[in-house]
């Protein structure tokens, strides 16, 4: 993944939806974004396990329902929401449930949110958040849901969502958390 030391401001920085051709660098920057963001929070094997755990979801491609941010030809961000139950993980994970959500009676999800190290506290994850919110709210849903890392509570807490009851999946430690769109 080629590294971007731009000064761009992240309002500046292109987001669109991803492609399949996309896969591969936001693959490698799931893996880099783990154990530099979530070292801080989280044991050695906490961090193997969260690769175990978490990852890319490639339905959420196909959906058109997830983002990526470039600072040049460097992925610097990416995320998105789904419309389908799925709350976590990735292709590999287990438990994952591709049902439609009703827009009337569940809440959309809040997925996969990743910020290359070098732009982490920049707005990028602020922006895809925007956008998946924004994009979950057109499809008439009043709420989303989303599981918190250590490392991504306080953002998710800053723009208003509500902590639910903390488990662990794998030995990581995971938070839900919801919100009403307004």
């Known amino acids: ?8 401001p992240s309002a500046d920085l292109p987001l669109r939806i991803a492609t399949m051709a996309d896969a591969p660098a936001i ?15 989280l044991t050695p094997a906490q961090i193997a396990a969260s690769h175990r755990v ?11 329902t997830y983002f990526v941010v470039h600072d040049g030809a460097a992925l610097v961000g990416c ?13 590999h994970t287990g438990g994952r449930d591709a049902r439609l959500l009703d827009p ?14 070098d732009h982490a506290r920049r707005g990028i994850g602020r922006r895809v958040l ?26 998710y807490a800053r723009f208003g969502y509500l902590p639910g009851q903390a488990f662990e999946d ?5 938070l839900p958390m919801e919100k009403v769109l307004v």
């Not at 993944?1 to 761009?8: H, Y």
């Not at 794998?170 to 995971?174: C, D, S, T, Y």
């Open 130 to 155: 925007a956008a998946g919110e924004a994009a979950a709210r057109a499809e008439g849903f009043a709420r989303v849901r989303l599981a918190a890392t250590v490392g991504g509570e306080k953002l």
């Open 54 to 64: 978490m990852g890319l979801d490639t339905q959420l491609i196909a959906d058109g």
């Open 170 to 174: 794998g030995g990581v430690p995971l």
């Open 79 to 91: 995320g998105g929401w789904s419309r389908r139950a799925t709350v976590y993980g990735g292709n």
């Open 27 to 41: 693959a490698e920057l799931m893996a880099l974004a783990i154990p530099a963001l979530l070292g801080p929070y």
């Open 1 to 8: 993944m080629q590294q971007s030391t731009s000064a761009v």
């Open 104 to 117: 009337a009676t569940e809440p959309a999800r809040i997925r996969a949110m990743y910020t290359h190290p």
